[in-house]
């Protein structure tokens, strides 16, 4: 029995799905690629991701692995089971990694887009993948503001509640992960706003280490309440040094949020 | 009591609804937009269309009309028309007309476009608004015969079978309308393929006086036997003034194609 580890690029639109992680009662993106598998290996398979994405969020180009007996070459696998994912979720690539590989705790950096529209009325053909705002911000002091969120910082203000105990938690069981040794902390290497004025769009584009539970979308409804005029950019500073979700913005609503790449 | 007339621009996501005509137990886009007038206006009105679109089939700028007698601005009815529709529909623009427009009889030319997807897998963000046929097809042939649809044809060749009586009785009918007087004659003004490599695109894009039920679907039903190789372009003269349904392609799928502009 020669055991297989195969590592996949989905992309998919999240909007129907509960997430990525398998509930009982719930479609979930986990629930249809093993779904998938199993169909077309005839076994059943456990698939890791990079990261578990919350309902509502798309991604561009998820990675995730899972151990397989099954022989069937990668090439033919990505036709296999796109025939029988549905239309919205998609498999990219496929290639056969070695066995230490984890999706997850191998995942060096995760890149994010969030999408806002500006533009009055939103397009029937881009409402799933962008938030519809369509109310003044001042696009250059969130540039500004979202540069400060640039570098190695305590995450916790930033993060969903309850986030802080799944940390503590994850450390003492003592995982293997990067991830999980750092608690709250998290490294961005670029947090850029840019403007696209030709589609009304404001972009938000995040590099980083990996990210806490609705890390992505606290920092882009914060740089909202900056393009508002209701937070100074620089008072992004004081609210990271903080470790206070109270002084942070809402959370961004999921629809507007992208996983776009994952880097290993 | 003051009669109105207001024309409104719509774009829409077809792939959920049962085409553009209001049907007894099936959602559809003149349904919804009759309700959402019913509901903002307080009033019940008729909606015409510059024509109908099938099932599955999606408009960018749409055209319609109503007659009612709310004092509404125009400029407001966008905002509460769209505040109750669903976010597949939109109202992109409004305004007041004259009495005598109408959206179907006052059109002049419409322009539809069919999008093709060449590359191997279709991603998540577009599989409702392209046909995926990943296989090879000769684009240059294609765009050849594509040009000879140019030109004031009869189009029985092309029209959905049934489609020549309706012609006639609309015709015994005495209306008004410039389409209804040419029976199966309409003048088509361009019909281009272009080829995008960059998106592994194939666009077929057609602008005519008129277009009879499932015409531009069995053109490019047609156009994709050009490109497989089993029609040869110069064959659609031959098929045009056969007047013989059966000579032409298949119909493409609905999902493809997209009502683009209406010009009065």
């Not at 296999?80 to 498999?91: E, G, K, Q, T």
């Amino acid at each position: 029995m020669l055991l297989r580890n195969i590592r996949l690029t989905l992309a998919y639109d999240g909007t129907n799905f509960h997430g990525w992680q398998r509930q009982p009662n719930a479609p979930t993106i986990q629930a249809c690629v093993e779904n998938a598998i199993e169909r077309v290996t005839g076994l059943q398979s456990t698939v890791w991701a990079s990261g578990r994405t919350d309902a509502g969020v798309h991604a561009a180009a998820q990675v995730c692995n899972f151990i397989t007996e099954c022989p069937i070459p990668c090439s033919n696998l990505v036709k296999a089971l796109n025939d029988v994912l549905p239309a919205s979720i998609r498999v990219n690539a496929s290639s056969e990694v070695a066995a230490a590989f984890h999706a997850r705790y191998n995942a060096r950096a995760k890149v994010y887009r969030y999408r806002i529209l500006q533009a009055p009325v939103c397009s029937p053909f881009l409402w799933r993948f962008v938030y519809h705002y369509p109310y003044a911000l001042d696009c250059t002091a969130m540039a500004k503001a979202a540069r400060l969120i640039e570098g190695k910082h305590d995450f916790t203000s930033f993060a969903a509640v309850g986030e802080e105990q799944e940390a503590r938690r994850q450390k003492s069981e003592a995982r293997i992960g990067r991830a999980q040794a750092q608690g709250m902390v998290r490294e961005i290497f670029t947090s850029r706003v840019l403007s696209r004025t030709k589609n009304s769009m404001l972009i938000y584009d995040v590099r980083g280490s990996g990210f806490l539970h609705h890390m992505v979308r606290n920092i882009v409804g914060t740089l909202m309440e900056v393009g508002r005029g209701k937070i100074e950019p620089d008072e992004i500073r004081r609210i990271l040094k903080a470790r206070d979700r109270t002084l942070a913005g809402p959370t961004a609503p999921a629809l507007g949020l992208c996983l776009m790449r994952v880097e290993y």
